[in-house]
């Protein structure tokens, strides 16, 4: 687990702001869910390899409980009891810390932090493009220049180990091999489960179909898949979602990868995760789960998704040169001698009504030693109040980053600071 230091935490809460931000944009609304959970609820569908992370311990009262490892999850299961008779579609934004037992290593922690969007009880083409386009907008706002979507549908790959007679369970264990890149060893076990010749040529070229033009991409794979009707199904909505985003104009730079499987278990349709040149690992991921929900217990509720990973897109920005904030102004007020004290508290309130960052010097230190602590810790700007400015009924202001100070009264120090610029002559 880890601590975040100032640097790091205004970071992170910079780009959990501007998730939250997006989240209002796009019409959803925050829910607030537990970190602890029953652990069979976390593990259902989490798939082998999140299940074999899951921190899991039994309570007081005997009950085999989790630290959540992802939040949808504990949405599906609000929605199967607490929101089910809410008129659909639900939009709900979350944001909080999960927790997998991964190796920690370079962008990979025990406890991470996620901005996760749901959208619930749409089937249609719009819902998936939502989620594409608002994954776009965060990382847009956020500053990442340079992002790519991987792109495909698990109804492909289902489609055909499906109608080739293998059983969920078989199915999922070769995407749990497909997911961390094991090609030949997910082709070799579907062959062991009773996979065709004709099955494994084209699982083959399934594997090989990659592309960013998702037409040309997938049309020679259509035609391998003819007598395959629910993989070519799933190919004509991803091709449809796809085709959508360009007739919108809406415009990301996407590769298709029909061999692209998850770890989790309950997607039935579009996935994505989100990748940069810099990392080997992404920024964020989802895609379609239409069953999660009635799994759950609850009304058949179609559903699609996406969680990006806060401490991997702060990685990212840092990667990038991106400046994640604009330095806030603030200020520290600096009284010489105990007269000036009430008139710098006095000031103090004034400014942060007026919504400026204000330090008060609170130890009596020097004004030298003041300001030095001052510059350490990257106050923009001082206010001086000593014998001579409560004589003139005026304030020292310095600006810490020029190095350049002159007097001036009171209220046009109000004014000035309060500004976005503030010119100092
Ligand atoms: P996920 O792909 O397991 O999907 O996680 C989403 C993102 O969380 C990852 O792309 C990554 O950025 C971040 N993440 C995951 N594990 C770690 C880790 N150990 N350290 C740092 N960051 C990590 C989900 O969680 C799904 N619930 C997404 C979803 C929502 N699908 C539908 N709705």
Redesign the pocket.
Known sequence: MRDFLPEDATRLRYIETTAREAAKLYGFQEIITPIVEHHELLAAKSGEE?KARIFAFDDLGGRKVALR????ASIARLMATTLRNEPKPIRLFSTGT?Y?Y?EPQF????E?W?S???IMGSSRLEADVEILVLTDHLLREVGLQKYWFKIGHVGILRGLLTEEGLEDEKQNSIMQLLDTKQWKKSLDLAKEFGLSRRGGEILKKIFETKGSDVSKTLKPLRKELKNYPKSVEALENLQQIIDLCLAAHIEFNTSIETGFA???EYYTGIIF??LVPEMN???????R?DKLVELFGGEPTPA??????L??IALAADMQNVQLESSPKTVAIIPIGDEAIPKAISLASKLREKGVNTEMEIMGRKVSTSLQSSSRRKVTHAIIIGPKEIEEEKVMLRDMIKRVQNLVNIEEVLELLSQRRIPVK
Request: hydrophobic share 30%; net charge neutral; proline share 3%.
């Open positions: 999140i490892p992802e939040f949808t999960l997998r991964d962008g990979r922690y025990r991470f996620q996760n969007y749901e998850r770890g989790l995760e989100l690992v992404a920024l964020g991921g989802g895609g789960y699609v998704g996406v969680a990006h990973g401490d991997r």
